[in-house]
């Protein structure tokens, strides 16, 4: 690849206009000013009645690491052609600010703040459009992860996507959001290495081909390698490759750890049952049956019902393009400003459209958790000065349909975000990425089946207090009386 740069950063990876918004603001003096911005996502992907939530060591590590390089500088100055005096400050842009946000793992939902970024202004814009691509990405591929564990349930989910991934971050970064989700393994082995995940994977046709008959190719892998797992379906799965690998793994015995079988192609149903029959026959009830091809939550749902005998699942293209919805749709909205008295001001924007209205002001999150049944009863969005936790009885509704409402008491309300950077240090240690896979499962626990089902789930409420509520409805009133002033004049 030929650059003219020597050196390279991730500070550049924003839309042109966060610059141009952020030297608006330093040239009016307002570069400063704190204020308050959250991320969340409006509708629930692949029509699932949750999320999980990925991404967050990636934005630390970005927001550690913020600084416009060396080549940046020269780029932005004699290429895109800033000012030399907005230059110099951008010479010594860093992120200072305070992040709050939900752990990698969490399920989450729509309409909730899952990262909350208070930084001076231009700091916070700045950062806006890496967040957003980071979290977008990485929770849309977990959520799709988990949604395809659900069905697969207690067999081994394997994540198979790399080829076919929307380029190489893509690949690395949907492997461990797979892991995160509920995946047991990748077959991408850079991954494996940078995020302590487990690797696994088979083998293709081409080294069947090279021998041009199952036999040799079996007994040549065999020779470098203790785990076997043949791929039966080059030639003719039930004629040749089943009973190629069965008389493979008679010859070989011990010196092999016959694992099993891989399908990859043919009606995996039918394949399925005659190739466990035969297998079973022969003496291997204990082999697997590896299968793949095109394979997502709905596939494998029906060779389910059609009593497919499978042990582990080989997923790719479908997993890690979130092939069915190609973006979560996460925003980043600004909810609160600091005015020329030095005071928090709420912000708000407003729409036609009652989902795209901000909920304005500084907010926390949390999970009712009801204490008779260990059930959440759904999430409760607050001002950041309410105690929902020293409360005996709090009254969640519908924020848009208001009329559906309930009373919960005896609750736990577990604030869903922690304090992740203070004053641009990064004071959160990220877990393994397996423990956030065994945080997801256990949370996952906490949701009644109904939110779960991946066909028609029931919606979980995500609510706003009272005080939340009424706060939003002042600011669209404050909005309308200034329109309609400006109207008047
Ligand atoms: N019994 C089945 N019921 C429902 N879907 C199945 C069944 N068996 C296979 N499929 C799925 O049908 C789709 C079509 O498979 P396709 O016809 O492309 O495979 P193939 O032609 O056998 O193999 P190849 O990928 O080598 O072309 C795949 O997504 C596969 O997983
Ligand atoms: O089908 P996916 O869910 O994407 O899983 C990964 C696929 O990648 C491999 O096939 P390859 O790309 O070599 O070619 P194929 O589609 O002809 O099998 C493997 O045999 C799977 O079929
Ligand atoms: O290991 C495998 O079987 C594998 C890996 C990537 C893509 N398809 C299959």
Request: hydrophobic share 40%; with cysteine.
């Amino acid at each position: 690849m030929k650059s003219k740069f020597t050196d390279d950063s991730l500070t550049l990876h924003t839309d042109l206009y966060q610059i141009n918004m952020a030297e608006s603001y330093w040239a009016d003096g307002l570069h400063n000013r704190k204020s308050v911005f959250e991320v969340y996502f409006r509708k629930m992907p692949f029509g699932n009645g949750y999320a999980i939530f990925a991404g967050l060591d990636r934005v630390l590590d970005y927001l550690k690491n913020f600084r416009f390089s060396e080549s940046d500088i020269t780029y932005l100055k004699e290429e895109v052609g800033y000012s030399d005096d907005f230059i110099d400050y951008l010479k010594g842009v860093r992120f200072t600010g305070s992040v709050y946000s939900v752990v990698e793992g969490e399920v989450v939902f729509s309409n909730e703040p899952l990262i909350r970024i208070e930084a001076p202004l231009a700091e916070a814009q700045l950062v806006e459009t890496a967040i957003l691509n980071i979290v977008n990405f990485q929770t849309l591929i977990a959520t799709k992860a988990s949604r395809i564990k659900q069905i697969i349930k207690d067999e081994i989910a394997m994540e198979f996507g790399t080829r076919r991934a929307q380029e190489m971050d893509a690949a690395i970064w949907g492997a461990r959001a797979a892991i995160i989700g509920g995946f047991d393994s990748t077959s991408n082995v850079r991954a494996g290495k940078l995020f302590d995940i487990p690797v696994a994977g088979t083998h293709a046709h081409a080294l069947v081909q090279t021998f041009k008959n199952d036999y040799d190719a079996f007994h040549s892998y065999a020779r470098r390698h203790k785990d076997c797992v043949f791929l039966v379906d080059t030639y003719d799965t039930l004629k040749s490759g089943v009973p190629t690998a069965i008389r493979v793994a008679k010859e070989l015995g011990d010196k092999i750890n016959f694992i099993g079988i891989r399908l990859d192609s043919g009606d995996i149903s039918f394949l399925s049952k005659e190739a466990r029959r035969m297998l079973d026959e022969a003496g291997f009830p204990n082999a697997k049956i590896v299968v793949s091809n095109d394979l997502d939550e709905y596939t494998i749902l029906n060779l389910k019902s059609q009593g497919a005998k499978v042990d582990s699942w080989g997923i790719g293209t479908k997993l890690i393009t979130a092939y069915d919805q190609p973006a979560l749709g996460a925003v980043y909205k600004m909810v609160s400003i600091e005015n020329e008295h030095g005071e928090m001001e709420d912000t708000i924007k407003i729409s036609a459209n009652a989902e795209k209205v901000t909920t304005p002001g500084l907010k926390k999150v949390y999970r009712i958790i009801n204490r008779d049944n260990g059930k959440a009863e759904g999430d409760y969005i607050a001002l950041a000065d309410e105690r929902p936790e020293a409360e005996e009885r709090i009254k969640m509704f519908h924020p848009i349909h208001t009329f559906i409402s309930k009373f919960v008491t005896n609750f736990e309300a577990r604030e869903l975000h922690r304090k992740v950077i203070e004053d641009g240090n990064v004071i959160y240690e990220s877990p393994s990425v397996l423990d956030m896979q065994k945080y997801a499962t256990s949370t996952l626990d906490l949701l009644w089946d109904e939110y779960k089902r991946s066909l028609n789930p029931e919606e979980y409420p995500v609510d706003l207090s009272q005080k939340c509520w009424d706060n939003k409805m002042s600011n669209i009133q404050e909005v309308r009386d200034m329109v309609e002033e400006i109207r008047r004049r």
